[in-house]
C-alpha cells in the first residue's frame, strides 16, 4: 500500500506527496500546484518546501536556485 502525505498551506489542501521507492511524486488538486504536480523529490521536507514557496510567490523557482528535481542547478564556468 502507498503512503501519502496531504499537503496543506494554509488551512489549503493544495496536494500530496506520495512515497514511493526512489522518494515521493507530488499531486497536485490546486491548480496553483499544477507545474509541480508529478515531480519527484528525495525527501518530504523538499517537497513541502517548494509547494510553499509556489504557492506564496506563484513561481515554481527564482533563477539560480532549486531546480523541480530538487537538487541545484549545476554552475555554470
Not at 502507498?2 to 506520495?18: E, K, P, R
Not at 519527484?40 to 536556485?65: F, S
Amino acid at each position: 500500500m502507498l503512503q501519502s502525505h496531504v499537503i496543506s498551506i494554509d488551512g489549503a489542501f493544495v496536494g500530496a506527496a506520495v512515497r514511493l521507492d526512489r522518494g515521493y511524486r507530488f499531486v497536485a488538486t490546486d491548480t496553483r500546484m499544477a507545474d509541480l504536480n508529478g515531480t519527484w523529490w528525495p525527501a518530504l521536507e523538499d517537497v513541502q518546501r517548494r509547494a510553499h514557496q509556489v504557492y506564496r510567490t506563484g513561481r515554481l523557482a527564482a533563477p539560480g536556485v532549486v531546480s523541480a528535481a530538487g537538487a541545484a542547478p549545476a554552475a555554470s564556468d
